[in-house]
């Protein structure tokens, strides 16, 4: 039997939450999902009018379409998530991190705006498979490409473009169990 582990026994909090904190993080953790959710939503009803009703109708294939659905799934949720994350950098931060300058947040919204561009311009290429391929291959073979579209992009080294603190929008991980040694 452990210390500590009996059933008369209460668990202390620890030190850094709150009530107040949880609700805050449980709030902001629904509104980010709901974001994500619509933008989603908004990204294939726009993908889908551009396929069907604009310039680019005569270039998607019918079997092509859901192709282009996946590209505005992508777009939308991406950015339903990341713009009130620069958001809340923009107006939060600690000592630790310093809050986002508006230079600086328009800089990275514009990089995610020609990030997911460049998903509904893949999304438009694997649709084309729809020319040769039935509906079901298309739609199958388009979530794949789209999904993984990404990779050559996360290879780029993005501090030589000045955007080192993309990665730098969600907390760092704390080191649990170890001591502080300084020296």
Not at 71 to 90: C, K, R, S, T, V
Not at 113 to 122: A, D
């Amino acid at each position: 039997m452990s210390v500590g582990s009996g059933a008369g026994e209460s668990r202390g909090r620890s030190p850094g939450r709150s009530v107040a904190g949880n609700i805050a993080f449980g709030a902001g953790l629904l509104l980010v999902l709901a974001t994500m959710t619509l933008g989603a939503f908004a990204g294939v009803a726009l993908t889908i009018g551009l396929a069907d009703d604009s310039f680019l109708s005569p270039v998607v294939p019918d079997d092509g379409r859901n192709a282009v659905g996946i590209g505005g799934i992508g777009m939308g949720g991406l950015l339903g998530l990341m713009l009130p994350l620069l958001l809340l950098a923009a107006v939060r931060g600690t000592e630790e991190k310093p809050r986002l300058g508006p230079g600086e947040a328009l800089l990275k919204a514009l990089v995610l705006v020609l990030f997911s561009v460049y998903l509904v311009v893949v999304s438009l290429l694997a649709a084309q498979l729809g020319w040769i391929l039935p509906e079901g291959i298309t739609t199958l073979l388009s979530f794949f490409i789209v999904g993984f579209s990404w990779a050559p992009v996360a290879l780029i080294r993005w501090e030589r473009f000045g955007l080192g603190g993309m990665a730098g929008l969600r907390p760092k991980a704390r080191v649990r169990g170890g001591s502080d040694k300084s020296d």
